[in-house]
């Protein structure tokens, strides 16, 4: 498996803390295996090296609860009580009470890492139960870079094509044939849907709560409301209150399933938060749920762009000047640009409608258009990026 630097690199100046790291993120994106090159850096250094995985019968049935987990760790660094160890607990949400666990042995001579499955260790979860006392880092899955790394790993190829369609679920490069490897995203999608979802919130109108999520994540990098989900259920004879349709888009959100960014308003100079834009953690959430055979390029390439910045560092709003929306505005280390992205710009009326609200902007702020197209559409004021360039860049 690849070296996931990107979040190492973050996860490092805490390596030293008593602070707990929480490492959370969307089933299948790699936690677990960034928590052990966490550890492998850690016992390269010679450092005294705790790991539990409670996913194994082995750990789980002797480590039920808080009680033995505590007396075992105090019984290991007993051994070497004037070292300081470093301790890896990885799926902890299966021990009874592992909160108070973690909240005691940190205040042992200790560094504690912690994983956990988003059925259980959801946002919410670790801000309630650990109140303040952690920091936390969301792993995802693969962007670009680091599918193709990891492809030639396993002596394949991913093209762009391929990733804008199936995304950056690590283990579907196990499959090599396209059936297989979409009942696993389909399997996948259903364990996150009920398992960290309608059981873990006791969701009772699972059919309404279906059809919102197919809904949601069939149309990524859309401009959204509350109301204007109620509406199209209620147009679809589905009854449900506004309040539920907010409360349902708040499970996706703290189950990693969707992130949303707010539109800012240079009419009304803020952020409105009311409308926001919504984007699936990964492409192939929008892929598996097309019934006609007809895959969504134009919307998983903005829903990649978006995924790609992210991953980048870039704080990013949906930009909207006098009416007319530039997809990102993407600030970093004081820089600000504003970015469209489209599949292509070859015909006329696209070109004009991408160009359009550049148009309106001043050039005080880099202009970005990103598309799939091979011929350079750059202009004295915009820089074009082609796709295929765009997926390698660490920086704008």
């Not at 042995?105 to 956990?116: A, D, V």
């Not at 030639?152 to 991913?158: A, D, G, H, M, T």
């Not at 202009?379 to 796709?387: E, M, N």
């Amino acid at each position: 498996m690849i070296k996931r630097e990107n979040y190492i690199c973050k996860i490092r100046p805490f390596y030293e803390s008593d602070l707990i790291k929480v490492i959370t993120g969307i089933r299948r994106c790699g936690k677990s295996v960034v928590l052990e090159q966490v550890k492998a850096e850690l016992q390269s250094q010679g450092k005294q090296i705790i790991f539990l995985n409670f996913e194994l019968r082995s750990v789980s049935s002797k480590i039920p609860d808080d009680l033995a987990l505590i007396s075992y760790i105090e019984n290991v660094i007993s051994e070497k009580p004037d070292e300081k160890w470093y301790v890896f607990l990885d799926e902890i949400q299966t021990v009874k009470n592992w909160n108070l666990a973690c909240k005691t042995l940190r205040l042992q001579n200790l560094s504690l890492f912690i994983t956990g499955s988003n059925s259980k260790l959801l946002s919410k979860e670790f801000t309630k139960e650990l109140s303040g006392r952690y920091v936390a880092f969301t792993i995802r899955p693969f962007v670009y870079k680091e599918i193709s790394e990891y492809a030639k790993e396993l002596n394949r190829e991913i093209s762009v094509d391929d990733y804008l369609k199936f995304g950056g679920f690590p283990k579907r490069l196990e499959f090599s044939d396209q059936d297989a490897m979409l009942r696993y995203l389909n399997d996948l999608d259903e364990t996150i849907v009920l398992n960290d979802i309608i059981n873990r919130y006791k969701i009772r109108k699972e059919e309404i709560f279906k059809k919102l999520v197919d809904y949601v994540l069939i149309s990524n990098a859309r401009i959204f409301s509350s109301n204007s989900i109620h509406n199209y259920l209620k147009s679809q004879k589905i009854e449900c209150s506004v309040n539920t349709v907010m409360n349902y888009l708040a499970y996706l959100e703290e189950a990693y399933i969707i992130r949303k960014i707010p539109q800012y308003s240079t009419k009304a100079k803020k952020k409105l938060d009311f409308y926001t834009k919504l984007y699936d953690e990964d492409v192939s959430s929008n892929t598996i749920r097309q019934t006609s055979g007809r895959i969504d390029l134009t919307h998983n390439l903005e829903n990649v762009v978006y995924n790609e910045l992210v991953f980048m560092g870039y704080e990013l709003t949906v930009y909207n000047v006098n009416g007319k929306e530039i997809d990102f505005l993407a600030a970093k280390n004081g820089k600000e640009y504003l970015i469209q992205v489209a599949y292509s710009v070859a015909e006329d009326s696209t070109y004009n409608r991408e160009f359009a609200p550049f148009n309106l902007t001043d050039n005080s702020r880099s202009k970005i258009l990103i598309t799939a197209d091979e011929h350079d559409f750059s202009t004295s004021s915009v820089r074009h990026i082609k796709l295929k360039d765009f997926l390698l860049m660490k920086e704008l």
